[in-house]
Nanobody, 122 residues
């Protein structure tokens, strides 16, 4: 079992930045790929970014060039740096983990955090 705890959400004006963190605990000796997803009110949870154990990354088209996912394996932590935020980025952001390979689909992930709210005002 792996426990994931997100932090760093908040209220920011359009054009601003936030950095989300996701700390993993529990069975962290395995090699996990990590992902960030988000869910806006009334919408389905959607892929944002993913990073494999080896460091390769993928992004949703809507965040490419604005968001950066990174990880510190020694600290069992993954980050999402969000720049040039837009009101449409407002959502609850979730961290997720799965073994080895990065994925872009909700059902590919085995472990989830509780989410952190990001609100971008116009």
């Amino acid at each position: 079992q792996v426990q994931l705890v997100e932090s760093g959400g908040g209220l920011v004006q359009a054009g601003g930045s936030l950095r989300l963190s996701c700390a993993a605990s529990g069975r962290t000796s395995r090699k996990y790929a990590m992902g960030w997803f988000r869910q806006a009110p009334g919408k389905e949870r959607e892929f944002v970014a993913t990073i494999a154990w080896g460091g390769s990354t993928r992004y949703a088209d809507s965040v490419k060039g604005r968001f950066t996912i990174s990880r510190d394996n020694a600290k069992n932590t993954v980050y999402l740096q969000m720049n040039s935020l837009k009101p449409e980025d407002t959502a609850v952001y979730y961290c997720a983990a799965r073994e080895f390979f990065a994925g872009e689909h909700v059902d590919e992930y085995d472990y989830w955090g509780q989410g952190t709210q990001v609100t971008v005002s116009s």
